[in-house]
């Protein structure tokens, strides 16, 4: 055999013949990556590279990133609209006309029979903002339905309310290069290195250059929590006893920032008068963290020049969501870091727009971050759009979670799901799969014909995906970004946003609206909306070509940015950080601190169901694997469904390594792979959610008061042997590309 360097084979990296590069944001996570896509001469797409000079990626993309540009031609794709009066029948081909004329007749006999908000619309995070603001304006004035949300509810919900009630308005303040400024930083459920790789990689690049410590809020030894200096592995659903117990030694201790309390925010006393009772000798009992741990950690961050915190669904799918999101940002409030370089409260988004819907989309409100129950927001927008005022509702109507429950009532009566898949993501899917059953009429607009929800559809649209439409993503840190079109739409299907604008002439209730022809234009009206004194939502200074240009610019971002950019054409920025002048959105201008009360209410483990049930996401994965279910190298990796256990628990009960379990909530059965693991604490497993008929038949999903967003991460369940052939069978019979 022969061994050493110079018998070693070089590495060869394929010529790929690349004419062209053509920009792109990728359109999984909220990281925000650009992404150039490479075309040969024929046009065909040959290969895929992270931009270099994007700041948000800086040349580095992850698994999912890298193969993206596999999925445009992948299986199951819709290639034309579908049919059928029953849903237990066939489905039949139609053409566009005849889907969308049916469609636009079925939602107003419903409508005429029960009501404007009898039919309801359940959008997502995942199209492009002009397709999001089109959208709204199509539900909110032509269709009128007063129940109309996206699956934001089941991701970014709590994080929205709680920056609503601190700070007076959604956005989160910080950006990526507050890690190049931070001194601690501590993260409350959330996995970056394998849900937002690109993310992680900026963090460590500067502990790489300058230490400071990290600390890892999350009851598992996530990969995050390994390369962290402190790992707290909290109990379950309890991070607002822990933050409360922080806050008790900082006041204690007189490591607040007095100054900043007193001139920017209300509630002090408030505030000061609940955490005295969360002394950590106490709350170590709840939340399973060491008085003095608790108490070296709130020295480490209120001591800290700055300090910032970041966090993603640990905290927002609890039934202390929201309370969990108001208590960082009382943290990071008590300890003067907020907007300030290194000094933050950020959210960490889920998928790649989320952050447009929140701005765009009308679901909650109306576009530009304004308010149904404000008249003065409703007035603006119908005169703008060219509408009755009365038209639109003075409050906000049901969310996506309150929307099947009042589908099993009967109060609604059809359904419109756009980009989402709430078979696989929904809580306590036998009673989805209940109120799917009862619908009249079910629309379902979705890349791919073999999504499981379209199994109870009448009407099937089939959607243009990525790149082969045109339009802006923002990402986490409120940064615009583009993606040109860089292919046509597969087979017969059509971008999302060709099919608004054709719903809407079907609609003809407001006779004096109108709407763009193409995305660009959109995105020009959309500015019109955004511009203002006082608003932080600005885009005005934004076009097409300065997006592309910069790689992503981030809001706020007003003509008077756009004039500093003509004068100085290399600096084309908008602001990296909100309230850096201390002025909040609240009435008075100050922040609201929120004193948060623990109540544990949650679903916990008994004598009959001893298991936490936990679940989350791996890196290869996107939710329900639609997509990433068919990319080869993205599928080989994680092709089984399957729960981590800890090597004691499963040696307890007999358990071995590959074995497979079956798994038993209040609400159903699921049936998994064991990985042993000491990941997962004894008392507890953990699953991925991206596997159809697997956790989700199990939680439960009891929901976060204010922001209605279940908590898909506290439940209980019990272990049982099963046949091994059986178990496997049933397995290889699962939906399998
Ligand atoms: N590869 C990949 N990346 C993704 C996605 C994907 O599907 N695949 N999805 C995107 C989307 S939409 C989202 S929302 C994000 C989600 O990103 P993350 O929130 O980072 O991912 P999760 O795995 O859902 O959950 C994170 C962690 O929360 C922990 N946790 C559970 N209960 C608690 C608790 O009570 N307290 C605390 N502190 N932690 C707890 C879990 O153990 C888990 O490790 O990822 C985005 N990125
Ligand atoms: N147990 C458990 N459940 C969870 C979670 C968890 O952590 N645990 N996480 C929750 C979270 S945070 C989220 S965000 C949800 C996600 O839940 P879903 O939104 O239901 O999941 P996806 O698989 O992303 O569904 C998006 C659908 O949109 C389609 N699509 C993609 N791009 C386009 C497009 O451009 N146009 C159209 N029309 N369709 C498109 C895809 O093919 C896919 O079918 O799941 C939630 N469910
Ligand atoms: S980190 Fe997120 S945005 Fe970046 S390539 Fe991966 S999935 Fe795409
Ligand atoms: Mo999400």
Not at 529 to 537: D, E, F, K, T
């Amino acid at each position: 055999m022969l061994l050493g360097r110079k018998y070693r084979k070089p590495i060869v990296i394929p010529q790929k013949n690349v004419k062209q590069w053509k920009y792109t944001t990728c359109n999984y996570c909220s990281t925000g990556c650009a992404i150039e896509i490479g075309v040969d001469e024929a046009g065909k797409i040959v290969t895929s590279r992270g931009h270099a000079g994007a700041d948000v990626n800086r040349g580095k993309l992850c698994i999912k990133g890298i193969l993206e540009h596999e999925l445009f031609d992948s299986p199951g794709r819709g290639s034309t609209p579908l049919l059928r009066e029953k849903f237990h029948r066939p489905f039949k081909p139609v053409d566009w006309d005849r889907a969308l004329d049916y469609s636009a007749a079925r939602i107003r006999d419903i409508q005429a029979r029960r009501g404007r908000d009898s039919f309801a619309v359940v959008s997502t995070g995942q199209l492009l903002t002009e397709e999001f603001y089109t959208l709204g304006k199509l539900v909110r004035g032509c269709i009128g339905t007063n129940n109309y949300d996206g699956n934001t509810t089941l991701c970014m919900a709590s994080a929205v309310s709680g920056y609503k009630r601190s700070f007076g308005s959604d956005g989160p303040p910080g950006c990526y290069a507050d890690f190049e400024h931070t001194d601690c930083l501590m993260a409350f459920g959330s996995n970056l290195p394998e849900q937002h790789p690109v993310i992680y990689w900026r963090l460590q690049e500067t502990r790489e250059k300058r230490r400071f410590p990290l600390i890892v809020v999350d009851p598992r030894v996530t990969m995050f929590a390994q390369f962290a200096d402190i790992h707290l592995p909290l109990v379950p659903g309890t991070d607002c006893v822990l933050i409360n117990a922080m806050l008790h030694v900082i006041f204690d201790e007189g490591l607040e920032d007095r100054a900043y309390l007193l001139a920017h925010t209300n509630n002090l006393n408030e505030l000061e008068t609940l955490v005295a009772e969360y002394d950590p000798k106490r709350a170590q009992k709840v939340c399973g963290i060491d008085e003095d741990t608790i108490r070296t950690v709130a020295r480490l961050y209120a001591g800290a020049g700055a300090a910032m915190s970041i966090w993603t669904m640990g905290i927002n799918q609890s039934t202390h969501g929201s309370d969990g999101v108001a208590n960082i940002n009382n943290l990071n409030l008590a300890t003067g870091n907020i907007g300030k370089p290194g000094g933050t409260s950020l959210s960490i988004t889920g998928q790649c727009n989320a952050m447009g819907t929140r701005e765009w989309s009308s679901c909650s409100g109306l576009p530009g971050y304004r308010q149904l129950e404000n008249a003065e927001h409703r007035n603006t927008v119908a005169d703008f759009w060219g509408i009755d005022p009365e038209f639109l509702p003075k409050r906000r109507g049901l969310t996506q979670t309150d929307i099947f429950p009042a589908i099993e009532t009967g109060e609604i009566k059809g359904l419109w799901l756009i980009a989402t898949n709430p078979l696989t993501s929904m809580a306590n899917q036998p009673r989805i799969r209940r109120a799917m059953e009862k619908l009249d009429l079910l629309i379902v607009q979705d890349v791919y014909e073999d999504v499981e929800t379209n199994q109870f559809a009448h009407v099937y649209l089939p959607a243009a995906v990525w790149a082969e439409k045109e339009g802006c993503h923002t990402n986490t840190e409120r940064r615009v970004n583009l993606t040109r079109n860089v292919l046509p739409p597969y087979a017969d299907s059509k971008s999302d946003f060709w099919i608004f604008r054709e719903m809407a002439r079907r609609f003809d209730t407001n006779p004096g609206i109108r709407f763009a022809h193409t995305p660009e234009e959109t995105f020009e009206e959309m500015k019109l909306l955004s511009r203002g004194a006082g608003r932080i939502l600005d885009i005005s200074g934004m076009s097409y070509d300065s997006i592309e240009a910069a790689r992503g610019i981030q809001w706020p971002c007003s003509e008077a940015h756009a004039q500093a950019w003509r004068d100085d054409p290399g600096n084309l920025k908008g602001e990296p950080r909100l309230y850096t002048d201390g002025k909040f959105q609240t009435a008075n201008g100050r922040a609201n601190l929120i004193a948060v009360r623990f109540v544990n209410n949650n679903e916990c483990p008994d004598t009959h169901y001893p298991f936490w049930l936990n679940s989350g996401r791996v890196v290869e994965h996107f939710h329900t694997r639609t997509r990433t279910g068919k990319i080869g190298n993205c599928n080989k990796f994680s092709p089984t469904p399957y729960m981590e256990i800890n090597p004691d628990a499963a040696a307890e009960l007999g358990v071995q390594h590959q074995q497979y379990v079956r798994l038993l909530s209040r609400r159903g059965d699921a049936v998994v792979m064991a990985q042993l693991t000491q990941r997962v604490p004894r008392d507890m497993v953990f699953i991925p959610f991206h596997f159809h008929d697997c956790v989700n038949r199990l939680t439960l999903g009891l929901l976060d008061p204010h922001s209605r967003q279940p908590a898909f991460k506290q439940c209980a369940v019990r272990l049982e042997a099963v046949d091994q052939r059986e178990a496997a069978r049933l397995n290889s019979e699962r939906r399998a590309f």
